[in-house]
C-alpha cells in the first residue's frame, strides 16, 4: 500500500489566499519590509527609535500632498506647481509673522494662497481648456517667480513657536506631522470609499466624456481636486517652514516630482480611475525609508534624486507592462 501524499487543508488554502490577496492590495509591502531588512543588516542605527521617527515623520510630511495627488492622478490629471506653492505658501506665512501678525492668522493666509494657486490652476483647466501639463507647468514658473518676487530672493527667518509646533509638536506623543497625516489619510479614504465625490473623481478619471453625459459635474469635480491639491501644498510649505524656521522662494524645488512618485510607485494609474490611499501611505513611506537608507550609508544627495527617479521609472514601467499583458494572463 502507498500513502496518500499530504494536501494542505481547507485553512491552510484560505490563509494563503488572504497572503496573495493582502499582496495585491498592498504590493509595496513586502518590498519594503525587505528594504527594512537590508537596512537592519548592513547599518545598526536603522532600527533605532529616534531614527524610525524620522522616517515616520518625514513620511507623513511628504504623504499628505501624495494623498491630494491620488486624487488628482486618479482623475486621470496631475500638478506640477505643488512644490512652486510650497515655497510660496511658506513665504507668505513667514513674512506675514516677521511683519508681527499673529502666527495663526499667518498660517490660515498661506493656505489660503495655496488654495487660490489651485483654484487658479483648475480654472484654467476647466474654463480655458488648456492640459494639465502645460497649465500647471506654467503655474510652477509662475509661482516660482512670484515667491522670489514677494521675498525679494531673500529668506524670511521666523521665531515662531506655534508655527514650530506644526513639524516638532506632539500630541499625546505622536510627532504633529505623523497625526496629520492619518487625518489626511481617513478623509481620504473616507472620500474616495465613501462619498459620491470621490466616485465622481474615478469616473472622470475612467472616461471623462462618459462621466458628463452621464450628468456628474466633471468641471467643479476637476476644479475642486485642483484645490484640494493646492491646499495640500500648502500645508507642505508650512511644514517645512516649520521646520527650518524660514520662508524662502528656493523651497520646494523638484518636490512635484515626490508627490507624484509616491503616487504612482503606490500603485495609482497615471491613466486614471482608480485611487490607492493605502499605496500612497506605503508609497511615502518606502521613499523616505530609501532616503533614510542612503543617508545612514553617507551617500551623496545627487544619488538620492537619482534613486527616486528610477523608482518612478521601474513603477511607470509596471504600469505599462500590466496595460499591455492580456486579461488571460501573460503568454
Known sequence: MTAAAPTRGPRTADLWVRISRAIERAPLAVPLVLLAVVLTVVTDRFLSVDNLTNVIVAAGIVAIPGLAMTLCIAMGEFDLSVGSTVSLTGAVACTWIVGGHPAGVAMLIGLLVGAAVGLFNGLVVTKLGVTPFIATMAMLVIVRGVSLAYTGGRDAIVSSPTLKFLAAGRVFGVPMPVV???????????????????????????????????GLPVDRVRTAVYVIVGAAGGVWGLLIS???????????????????????IGGTSLLGGRASVIGTLLGALLIETIRNGLNLLNTPPAYQRISIGLLLVVALTIQAMRRNTPRGGPR
Do not use: H, P, Y
Open 180 to 214: 496629520l497625516a492619518v487625518a489626511a489619510a481617513l478623509a481620504a479614504w473616507w472620500v474616495v470609499n465613501r462619498t459620491r465625490f470621490g466616485r465622481s473623481v474615478c469616473a472622470i478619471g475612467s472616461n471623462r466624456e462618459a462621466a458628463r453625459m452621464s
Open 242 to 264: 516649520s521646520q527650518l524656521q524660514k520662508g524662502s522662494g528656493q523651497l520646494g524645488l523638484g518636490f512635484e516630482l515626490d508627490a507624484i512618485t509616491v503616487v504612482v
